[in-house]
């Protein structure tokens, strides 16, 4: 015999067996209940029940014993009844030709899924088909694309807009879905991302009053986790329509502050296809990217608001197209579709993700053709970058704005890194305002997240003249000296050409002993200015007592190329003013070597990106 003890204090709910029954391992005998709860007591071993102790109803305090099981010879199994008011499973029959019966949905588990398939595409088509005939994705196309297979875990599905006072529930359902707004956790090369996409085909992608619930959940949840975000921001901006929550204004949203307070802690990309205007167009601005396809428009007010403020009546298409937001900066990359939209982010997100464990180096013999031998003739740049950096690995940034210097993200032997150079094309290499704001935010974005600065040099200095001036010049080149100050990152500058004035020091941190290694090609040369200036300057006396004409041509010609020499690469290096002058061919192997030698100091508090 062995007794049958009762685990806790409780009520004797039911018997499911009664005295002299046969009973198998594992079968119910007796439900008790306690604290609203109920337990199942079940037999331990076949046998047959000998004798009961309670009755229903009776309470029993914990170790009592509830009954007498005895030993049988040849167990017989029973089929439990259900307890009294819970619903029996209904049978289900073997399938034909199975061996076990197929499993039984719960009643619990198909209401959820009856209820999560309102959340997909597939319940929607018209919405779908609308969306496709303009050429564009649904959001939860885009997340499938981004996100690495079956890796999405979405947050906040169920939701729906806040208008349960002037639509009905079955309406919310079927027309809201996630409140306008797909959030979750995927993986990215193998690593975890915050993605959020407001979705166009419900509501015009505005945000709700649950999708701004949401969005600061998710916010939350990068900010303590340290995971990179990525927001696909087409939509509308705000939405009046949510009356289920007692408001006048909102705006004492957490959205804005929470978004913009990722700002230097984890990479933020921002995607756009369409329209973004308002409060979309607000979060995408604060991204450290934002990749745009050449259809979006993207823009702080959109028709409405400008009709609104008496501006006048415009077209979606006219509002901040992005022919006009890459030239002027906003778009950093700028692609056909979102396609390329989206293998562009994971492209830029690679950059955060550690060293590639392969690459494929370029023909480094292809360096030495880059610039030409007259050293008054032009060239690009950006066949050096090529040149430097893994084959397939470059991605250029803000290509349409401070065509001055050259930015892009790329690998050398694997190793991610920020790559500037000037651009000789533009103003013969002249640093402009735009051109140095655009390389003083690239700084900032390289060494808030940790990427060694390599820069390619080629210019003649800062801009100069009335017309520049204007500009507020001043200020703006002076923000690659104080950018290059609070520099954590190593910094390697490699002199192509031109490494003149205050401009060549800018692009070297400030001097150039402040980097880890400044080397030169063989056709560089130096001066505190350009040489032609400098002789017309330090040499006007002598010059002016030459009478004009072929005479004082042959004098300026002779002292440039005096100063030529004297500005030589190869001096320079003998006089240890920079590091060393190198092949073109060795250029690759210098970098590598100060890759490896450099290191990253931690950072000393937070490390903002200007928006601009």
Known sequence: ???????????????????????????????????KM??????????????LYFRAGETVAEGDVLAMLSA??????????????????????????????????????????????????????????????????????????????????????????????????????????????????GCIHGQRVVVMAYDFTVLAGTQGMRNHQKTDRMLGVALQNKLPVVLFAEGGGGRPGDVDVAIVAGLNLATFASFARLNGRVPVVGVVAGRCFAGNAALLGCCDVIIATRGSNIGMGGPAMVEGGGLGVFKPEQIGPSNVQHGNGVIDVLVDDEGQAVAAARHYLSFFQ????????????????????????????????????????????????????????????GRPVGLMANNPLHLGGAIDADAADKAARFMQLCNAHGLPI?????????????????????????????AAAHLRVPLLSVVLRKGYGLGAMAMTGGGFH???????????????????????????????????????????????????????????????????????????????AGLEAGQTRPADGTLAIDTW
């Open 1 to 35: 015999m062995q007794k049958i003890h009762s685990p806790l204090q409780a009520q004797v709910v039911q018997w499911l067996v009664q005295t002299g029954d046969a009973v198998a391992a594992g079968d119910v005998l007796v439900i008790l209940e306690a604290m």
């Open 38 to 51: 109920e337990h199942e007591i079940r037999a331990s071993h076949a046998g047959r029940l000998a004798e």
């Open 72 to 185: 049988a010879d040849a167990p017989v199994s029973m089929s439990a009844s259900a307890p009294e008011g819970v619903p029996a499973a209904p049978a289900v029959a073997p399938a034909a030709g199975s061996a076990a019966a197929p499993v039984q949905t719960r009643a619990d588990l198909h209401k959820l899924q009856a209820r999560l398939a309102f959340t997909q595409d597939a319940a929607r088509p018209e919405a779908v088909a609308k969306r496709h005939a303009l050429g564009l994705r649904t959001a939860r196309e885009n997340i499938a694309d981004l996100c690495d297979p079956d890796s999405f875990v979405e947050y906040g599905a169920l939701a729906v807009a806040a208008q349960s006072r002037r639509r009905s529930a079955d309406d919310l359902m079927r027309n809201t879905p996630a409140d306008g707004m797909v959030t979750g956790i």
């Open 354 to 413: 550690g060293a590639a464990p392969s690459w494929q180096a370029p023909r480094a013999e292809a360096l030495r053709d880059v610039v030409p031998e007259n050293r008054l003739r032009v060239y690009d740049t950006r066949a050096a970058m090529q040149g430097v950096a893994d084959e397939g690995s470059l991605l250029a940034l803000r290509t349409g704005f401070g065509a001055g210097i050259h930015t892009a993200l790329a690998r050398i032997a």
């Open 454 to 482: 390599v820069s390619l040099v080629d210019t003649p200095g800062f801009m100069v003249g009335p017309d520049t001036e204007a500009t507020a010049q001043v200020r703006h080149v002076s923000r690659l000296f104080v």
């Open 514 to 592: 402040e980097t880890l290694a400044t080397v030169a090609w063989p056709t560089g040369e130096f001066g505190g200015m350009g040489l032609e200036g400098a002789v017309r300057l330090g040499y006007r006396k002598e010059l002016e007592a030459v009478p004009e004409g072929p005479e004082r041509e042959a004098l300026f010609d002779q002292l440039l190329a005096q100063q030529y020499d004297n500005g030589s690469a190869i001096n320079m290096a003998a006089t240890l003013e920079i590091d060393a002058v190198i092949d073109p061919v060795s250029t690759r192997e210098w970098l590598v």
